[in-house]
Structures are given as structure tokens and as C-alpha cells.
């Protein structure tokens, strides 16, 4: 198991779009492997590189039996229904609060060998797509909270056993950093 702290809220990795992956090699596999392993040992429906402080467009899902990653995932959306609802983050823990998402997505990438995926979602599974390609882009779900949620969010978040903005994030040594032969991240 390669379980990997998470990071929380605050931390500027989790604001900062992710590059899109260019390697397709055993260090993205062991990325992947990285992310599936914490987001089963967190009880997650996703994780995306940017929750393990690596700066590429990959995340890990496990919704309704349904393993899988997803590597510079693309959303398209068939139509405009929309889902509202209960959702939360592992970079936010313990707190949910109810976020529109569209109702049904169709996500294209890559499987960690380069060849082309795509993800059909609808509920649940559209909701989690959608989630972790906002981590890609620098988007927190509290984001697409209206003012008075946000607020709300907001209130709940400093109030969290785990949060203390006095802490600066803490930083390790990305073992997938820009640099290294693999050349996987920033």
C-alpha cells in the first residue's frame, strides 16, 4: 500500500491548476497506484494528483464498484440536467454541504499506458468526474457554492478541529517534481 498524506485546505497546491501529463511511464503508474491506494484508505470517491501535492492532470476514482482513473481528463455534458446535493472533499474533511453539478457527463483521457479512456457518468459518478477536474483546475467544490453557502462553509471550515491558518501547508519533497529524470511534475 502507498497511502500518501492528503492536503488540506489552505494549502496553495490545491488553487493552482495542474499541468497536463506528458509521460505516460511507470512513475505516472506509481502516481496512479498513489492515489487509489490513499482514496481507499480514506473511504473516498476520488482523489486527484493536486490532493497529493503533485501538480498533474490525473485523478482516481471508486464510485458504485467502479475503479478506475483518468488521466488529462476532458467533460463534455450531453444535456443540461442538473443534480443538487450533498458532496465533500478529502482536502475538506468531515464537512458536506449541497452543490449543483450537471446531472451527466462524458469524460475522455488516458488509462496510465496512454490509451484513450472514456468515462460515461451519470449522479454520483458524474458528480465525482466533475469534482476532481475542478481539483485539476484549481477549483474547490466550495467555489460553486452560492455567497450564503459559502459563507456557511466557510464559518464551519475555521471551525474544524483540522484547520489552522496560523500553520503555514506543509511541503514535502514531491517524489514526482519537475527535475527529476521522470519529469512528471512541478
Not at 472514456?118 to 465525482?128: D, K, S
Request: hydrophobic share 40%.
Amino acid at each position: 500500500m502507498t497511502v500518501q498524506p492528503i492536503r488540506l485546505f489552505g494549502d496553495p497546491v490545491l488553487r493552482t491548476p495542474a499541468d497536463p501529463v506528458v509521460d505516460f511511464d511507470v512513475e505516472l503508474r506509481r502516481l496512479i497506484t498513489d492515489l487509489t491506494d490513499t482514496m481507499r484508505e480514506q473511504n473516498g470517491a476520488g482523489l486527484a494528483a493536486p490532493q497529493l501535492g503533485v501538480g498533474l492532470r490525473v485523478f482516481a476514482f471508486d464510485v458504485d464498484d467502479v475503479l478506475g482513473h483518468l488521466v488529462n481528463p476532458v467533460l463534455e455534458f450531453p444535456d443540461e440536467e442538473e443534480q443538487d446535493g450533498p458532496e465533500g472533499c478529502l482536502s475538506i474533511p468531515g464537512l458536506y454541504f449541497d452543490t449543483k453539478r450537471r446531472q451527466n457527463v462524458i469524460a475522455k483521457g488516458f488509462n496510465g499506458y496512454g490509451d484513450p479512456l472514456q468515462i460515461v457518468g451519470t449522479g454520483l459518478m458524474a458528480r465525482c468526474v466533475q469534482h476532481e477536474t475542478d481539483h485539476l483546475d484549481g477549483v474547490l467544490f466550495l467555489d460553486r457554492l452560492d455567497a450564503a453557502g459559502r459563507k456557511e462553509a466557510m464559518k464551519a471550515i475555521r471551525q474544524a478541529e483540522w484547520y489552522d491558518p496560523s500553520a503555514p501547508p506543509v511541503v514535502k519533497v514531491n517524489p514526482h517534481a519537475a527535475g527529476s529524470p521522470f519529469g512528471l511534475g512541478r
